[in-house]
Nanobody
């Protein structure tokens, strides 16, 4: 079965950077759409970023408006790992960050469209 394991969370000051990683197994990684979501207590899990394949080796990245220009998603198909580089972090970025995977390259990113999830990693940004 698909397994996703996140790492790289922690405590950082506002304006700082973190890089999250999600190591995967049990899937044909290069053909999967990989995404990051985040969730705060009492709130819904929300889309952050996704990277998908579209025709051959071309990949596309999509971002939530709140992180556009600050976060960068990337993937290493040789390591079956997806990354989220987070720069210029703000206190409102504080959340548990989850990695998700699905086998299709559709451009919608509702939570229910993803069938595989990691356990999450805490990111805390202090002001």
């Amino acid at each position: 079965q698909v397994q996703l394991v996140e790492s790289g969370g922690g405590l950082v000051q506002a304006g700082g950077s973190l890089r999250l990683a999600c190591a995967s197994s049990g899937l044909t990684f290069s053909s999967y759409t990989m995404a990051w979501f985040r969730q705060t207590p009492g709130k819904e899990r929300r889309f952050v970023a996704a990277i998908r394949r579209s025709g051959g080796a071309t990949t596309y990245a999509d971002y939530a408006d709140s992180v556009q220009g600050r976060f960068t998603i990337s993937r290493d198909n040789t390591k079956n790992t997806v990354y989220l580089q987070m720069n210029s972090l703000k206190p409102e970025d504080t959340a548990v960050y989850y990695c998700a995977a699905r086998p299709n390259s559709a451009t919608y990113y509702q939570v229910e469209s993803f069938g595989s999830w990691g356990q999450g990693t805490q990111v805390t940004v202090s002001s």
